[in-house]
């Protein structure tokens, strides 16, 4: 599964490289898609904080709710990273087809 989705992720990079001319600026995509999996990393911390304070009452919901909404927002960011390093790889192979190919 993870496999296939990271295929998936190249191959979006790959058409977004090839459909816009020129190269990309390859660092704004990376800064953007950190900051993007900052503040979703963020509000589902938040998310999960609260939902671990709503179902285990108060005393677990400090012990429980802030370490998994803590860990769950480390984690998504690192994913996020993940990602966005996956689609500028894509990205960097459909600016070597584009220019080959518009050659």
């Known amino acids: 599964m993870a496999f296939s989705l990271t295929i998936i992720i190249i ?13 990309e600026d390859y660092f704004h ?12 990393g963020l509000i589902l ?23 998994g909404g803590f860990t769950g927002s480390i984690v998504f960011i690192v994913i996020m990273g993940i990602v966005t390093v ?9 600016d070597i087809i584009e220019k080959v190919l518009r050659k």
């Open 45 to 67: 911390g938040l998310i999960s904080f609260l939902i671990g304070g709503l179902s285990g009452g108060i005393e677990s919901a400090i012990a429980g709710g802030l370490i």
């Open 11 to 23: 191959l979006i990079g790959i058409s977004y490289g090839f459909s816009k001319k020129g190269t």
């Open 29 to 40: 995509i990376l800064i953007k898609g950190l900051k993007i999996g900052l503040v979703l």
């Open 86 to 94: 996956e689609f500028i790889i894509g990205v960097l192979i459909g």
